[in-house]
């Protein structure tokens, strides 16, 4: 008989949860701060890591990393010849060259891990071609949602990407992160981590393994699943959609807390390919979970 199985990335218990971004610019390359201006403005707004990621160039953390509290992590954001990758973990700068393939399993090969950055920037909202982010199998995630492009060219969601992908098993992680230039731009997203040390590996590895939601400002308490229901419990949601593969949107409910009871038939079950959480708060604050997979073996 077949067996209906969820597959949940989150841990359930005995972990805490990490606030991070992930992408970021300084004076090193076209931000308007400092590496050391950047860290303070974070660190007040009580993040607990943080990537600069400058455009082509590696600002070594360990220079800034005795004079705060946050993680600091390495990143760089290859840029030059192509879309841009966010590379977090790798601790040098990369040649950018125009196979984005061939950077990343450079960024892999080094102990990195690789993120698509924002699809749908600019003026014909394709900054990363739907079939290249399907070629690129190495990549870990890519940016559903990216602060700077609120104001230039394009869309800061991408979730719409992301579900063509995952709908076709590519199976990617959803990141949001500032891309902070501006000081204005700091606070609008970011990654909130399951970790039981508060280490950058413990980090990077909540990271690798989709142990994450993004966020532009609703809290996640926990994901979990009970036989074939998944429950999601905010803080601060006011409803939550459960999106299945190629976008269907499988319930809906109002309120902090949602579940969803897979069908038991299998072959509804089989359909689903996967199941993630979108949580609406506020004033339009949205955080997506990483999707739970759904095999029927
Ligand atoms: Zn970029
Ligand atoms: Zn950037």
Same mark, same amino acid.
């Given at each position: 008989?077949?067996?209906?199985?969820?597959?949940?990335?989150?841990?359930?218990?005995?972990?805490?949860?990490?606030?991070?971004?992930?992408?970021?610019?300084?004076?090193?390359? @076209? /931000?308007?701060?400092?590496?050391?201006?950047?860290?303070?403005?974070? %660190?007040?707004?009580?993040?607990?890591?943080?990537?600069?990621?400058?455009?082509?160039?590696?600002?070594?953390?360990?220079?800034?990393?005795?004079?705060?509290?946050?993680?600091?992590?390495?990143? +760089?954001?290859?840029?030059?010849?192509?879309?841009?990758?966010? &590379?977090?973990?790798? %601790?040098?700068?990369?040649?950018?060259?125009? @196979?984005?393939? &061939?950077?990343?399993?450079? *960024?892999?090969?080094?102990?990195?891990?690789?993120?698509?950055?924002?699809?749908?920037?600019?003026?014909?909202?394709?900054?990363?071609?739907?079939?290249?982010?399907?070629?690129?199998?190495?990549?870990?995630?890519?940016?559903?949602?990216? /602060?700077?492009?609120?104001?230039?060219?394009?869309?800061?969601?991408?979730?719409?990407?992301?579900?063509?992908?995952?709908?076709?098993?590519?199976?990617?992680?959803?990141?949001?992160?500032?891309?902070?230039?501006?000081?204005? @731009?700091?606070?609008?997203?970011?990654?909130?981590?399951?970790?039981?040390?508060?280490?950058?590996?413990? +980090?990077?590895?909540?990271?690798?393994?989709? $142990?994450?939601?993004?966020?532009?400002?609703?809290?996640?308490?926990?994901?979990?699943?009970?036989?074939?229901?998944?429950?999601?419990?905010?803080?601060?949601?006011?409803?939550?959609?459960?999106?299945?593969?190629?976008?269907? *949107? $499988?319930?809906?409910?109002?309120?902090? &807390?949602?579940?969803?009871?897979?069908?038991? @038939?299998?072959?509804?079950?089989?359909?689903?390919?996967?199941?993630?959480?979108?949580?609406?708060?506020?004033?339009? &604050?949205?955080?997506?979970?990483?999707?739970?997979?759904?095999?029927?073996?």
């Amino acid at each position: 008989m077949a067996v209906i199985q969820i597959t949940n990335p989150y841990l359930p218990d005995g972990y805490r949860w990490l606030k991070g971004n992930l992408h970021t610019h300084t004076t090193n390359s @076209d /931000g308007e701060l400092s590496p050391a201006a950047i860290i303070t403005e974070y %660190e007040k707004r009580d993040y607990d890591f943080l990537a600069i990621s400058d455009h082509d160039t590696y600002v070594d953390p360990h220079l800034y990393q005795p004079h705060t509290r946050m993680i600091l992590l390495p990143g +760089v954001e290859v840029s030059a010849g192509g879309p841009h990758v966010l &590379q977090i973990g790798a %601790e040098q700068r990369l040649e950018p060259i125009a @196979d984005r393939r &061939q950077v990343i399993d450079e *960024i892999v090969a080094r102990g990195g891990f690789a993120v698509l950055n924002h699809p749908n920037w600019e003026r014909h909202f394709n900054h990363f071609p739907q079939e290249q982010m399907q070629s690129l199998d190495a990549a870990t995630g890519l940016e559903v949602y990216n /602060g700077v492009i609120e104001r230039l060219e394009g869309n800061a969601l991408a979730a719409d990407r992301w579900d063509r992908l995952l709908s076709i098993n590519h199976w990617l992680w959803a990141f949001a992160n500032d891309d902070a230039h501006l000081a204005g @731009d700091i606070g609008k997203a970011w990654n909130v981590v399951q970790v039981t040390g508060q280490t950058s590996q413990a +980090v990077l590895e909540g990271l690798r393994h989709g $142990r994450f939601y993004a966020s532009t400002g609703v809290k996640v308490c926990d994901v979990r699943t009970d036989g074939l229901q998944i429950t999601v419990h905010t803080n601060d949601a006011q409803r939550i959609r459960f999106v299945s593969r190629w976008g269907i *949107i $499988r319930a809906s409910t109002d309120g902090t &807390q949602g579940s969803y009871r897979l069908p038991d @038939d299998t072959s509804l079950a089989r359909e689903l390919g996967y199941i993630r959480a979108e949580c609406y708060g506020a004033g339009g &604050q949205v955080a997506w979970t990483q999707p739970l997979k759904i095999d029927v073996m």
